[in-house]
Structure formats: structure tokens, C-alpha cells
Nanobody, 114 residues
Framework: QVQLVESGGGLVQPGGSLRLSCAASGSIASIRHMDWYRQAPGKERELVASIFSGGSTNYGDSVKGRFTISRDVENTVFLQMNDLKAEDTAVYYC?????????WGQGILVTVSA
């Protein structure tokens, strides 16, 4: 099993930056990819970014060029969010997936507002 702990959310002004962290523990060697999703009020959950075990990344169209996903050697995954817009306001969820598991974090609120 894998456990995920998210941190770094909060309130930021439009145009500002924020960095989310997701610390994975447990059977981390079995993780195939880790993702950030988000869900805004009244909307479906959408994929924001993914990072795969080989290091390749993938981004949702709405965040390309503004958000960057990365990870460190201790299997903490980061989401650097720049040039934030009001429409980025959402609960952000970290996800870790492997061959036999699919784990989600508890979610963390990001609010972009003046």
C-alpha cells in the first residue's frame, strides 16, 4: 500500500504562484505514475499533470506552460503553479497508481482570488 500526504495549498492572488507537495510512503517502488487532479465546484474532476516512473510528464491543456510537475529522490511529487488564474481555484488531489493499487490523497484547497 501507498500513503499520500498533500500540503501547500492556500489563498493566492491572480498571477501569483503556489507549490503543492505530495509525499508518498509505503510501497513506493511499485508506483507507476503519480498525478495531480483537481475538482472545481460544480465541475468534474480533471487531470492536471502526471509524472511517470521513467520521468516523462503529461499536462492538461489548461495548465500547459504554467504548471510544472516534478519529483525528488524521496518520492515527493511537486506541482509548481505559476501565473495562477481564478479558474484554477479547486480542490487538488494527488494520486499514486501501480499495477495493483490506485491511491488518492485527501485533497487540498487552492483558491485564486484578489
Amino acid at each position: 500500500q501507498v500513503q499520500l500526504v498533500e500540503s501547500g495549498g492556500g489563498l493566492v492572488q491572480p498571477g501569483g504562484s503556489l507549490r503543492l507537495s505530495c509525499a508518498a510512503s509505503g510501497s513506493i517502488a511499485s508506483i507507476r505514475h503519480m498525478d495531480w487532479y483537481r475538482q472545481a465546484p460544480g465541475k468534474e474532476r480533471e487531470l492536471v499533470a502526471s509524472i511517470f516512473s521513467g520521468g516523462s510528464t503529461n499536462y492538461g491543456d489548461s495548465v500547459k506552460g504554467r504548471f510544472t510537475i516534478s519529483r525528488d529522490v524521496e518520492n515527493t511529487v511537486f506541482l509548481q503553479m505559476n501565473d495562477l488564474k481564478a479558474e484554477d481555484t479547486a480542490v487538488y488531489y494527488c494520486r499514486a497508481a501501480g499495477s495493483f493499487f490506485d491511491m488518492w490523497g485527501q485533497g487540498i484547497l487552492v483558491t485564486v482570488s484578489a
